[in-house]
């Protein structure tokens, strides 16, 4: 089995991932950006959109090959940092709620969260 290794390339292609979406955002131009388009539509858009490629994932996370696993992997990070975007939401902001849980089991963390 494969470890959830190489941080430094995987963080290197997210930056740069979030600076093409800020980009696309800021351009504003639904025309020829699937971003911007997104963003136009607003968050209930950019929500149907990662639960659609999140389903995609779970399919292929089921049976199919592991290409298609990454692929769409990438497909449900795009999707999510788009999200984000339509929220107003940050990576820092990410960064923050994943640093809050450092050190806490999964169990413990889930059994504590609050509806807000």
Do not use: N
Not at 5 to 24: C, E, F, K, V
Not at 52 to 67: H, I
Not at 97 to 105: D, V
Request: aromatic letters at 2%; glycine letters at 8%.
């Amino acid at each position: 089995m494969t470890a959830l290794a190489s941080p430094d390339r995987l963080a290197a292609a997210l930056a740069h991932l979030a600076a093409t979406i800020d980009a696309r955002a800021a351009d504003g131009d639904a025309g020829k950006s699937w971003t911007a388009r997104l963003l136009a539509k607003g968050p209930d858009a950019c929500a149907a959109k990662v639960a659609e490629e999140g389903g995609e994932l779970a399919d292929a996370v089921r049976g199919e090959s592991d290409t298609r696993v990454a692929s769409e992997a990438a497909d449900v990070l795009y999707h999510v940092f788009v999200a984000l975007r339509s929220r107003g939401l940050s990576l820092d902001d990410v960064a923050a709620a994943l640093e809050a849980r450092q050190g806490t089991s999964g169990i413990d963390e889930k059994a504590g969260r609050t509806v807000e």
